[in-house]
């Protein structure tokens, strides 16, 4: 991912495409080092081109630009029952691959988004479901979409948002794609009750680049081991978790209109719409 300009490290544009550090793309390119006894010597200035040479020949791959780079981070903390789970995988298989979210993919200027899914309950709970994949079209969204249908969907005790953002924050070093933006989409049905506190992590988050968009999950259904759903968890997103630039919250009210919400919240972050005031 892009981190801010203030700290960017530029490598040169390919066309497009970017090196990806520490995928070897050739491993069989060889050099000849000159030393004393050699008829020729290099300058200082050549063997930096030779170096600058091997090091594309030997190196990294070479990974697509995209137009925003993508954690979808789930909560399945305990709060939530074996139902309420899969209406939420379900929720995310339908919408990405709708109309409107495929159309959204398409609109930006290189056509195509960088997305990764990921569970995560309390502070030791964070499993990364469906690892980064480019989509840009419906049958590149499908693929996506039923690599998650096959995944077992995961429980455990605990709501750390803070420790779920911190864990996304660190996947979008590793995904070798570079995002025109980066966003860290979260869901969950409470607010942040383990780990450190969350607005420190959003803060963190905010300062590296990424923008974290919220969909609270608003049950009325009592949790599965007994006692009320939580209250105030629109108002905890709200104001302690979302953050920088365009960041949005939106609620689903019930399970059951998670995936309209889905549809409507990812199409939007997605074309990057500037938040409603």
């Not at 070798?176 to 966003?183: D, F, L, P, S, T």
Request: proline share 6%; aromatic share 6%.
């Amino acid at each position: 991912m892009n981190p801010p300009s203030a700290i960017r490290s530029h490598s040169r544009d390919l066309g497009g495409l970017r090196p990806v550090a520490g995928v070897g793309a050739m491993t069989h390119a060889s050099t000849h080092v000159p030393c004393e006894s050699d008829p020729v010597k290099l300058s200082s200035s050549a063997l930096i081109v030779v170096a600058v040479v091997v090091q594309a020949l030997t190196g990294p791959a070479l990974a697509l630009e995209v137009d925003l780079e993508l954690v979808l981070a789930v909560d399945v903390s305990a709060s939530i029952d074996a139902q309420e789970a899969r209406q939420q995988r379900d929720g995310y298989i339908f919408a990405l691959s709708q109309p409107e979210v495929i159309a959204a993919i398409q609109s930006g200027p290189r056509g195509r988004i960088a997305v990764s899914y990921l569970e995560w309950a309390g502070a030791l709970y964070q499993r990364v479901v469906a690892g980064w994949a480019v989509v840009d079209d419906a049958a590149s969204a499908k693929r996506f979409a039923e690599t998650l249908a096959r995944a077992p969907i995961g429980s455990a005790p605990g709501t750390s948002i803070s420790a779920a953002i911190d864990f996304a924050r660190r996947e979008f070093s590793r995904n070798g794609h570079e995002g025109a933006r980066a966003v860290i989409d979260i869901s969950g049905d409470g607010p942040n009750s383990d780990g450190r506190a969350v607005e420190a992590a959003r803060d963190d988050a905010v300062l590296s680049g990424l923008t974290i968009n919220g969909l609270p999950l608003l049950s009325f259904r009592p949790n599965p081991g007994g006692g009320a759903p939580a209250t105030g968890v629109y108002r905890h997103y709200a104001r302690k978790v979302i953050g920088g630039p365009g960041a949005f919250v939106m609620p689903a009210v019930t399970f059951e209109d998670l995936a309209a919400a889905l549809v409507e919240k990812l199409a939007r972050e997605i074309r990057g719409d500037v938040p409603l005031s």
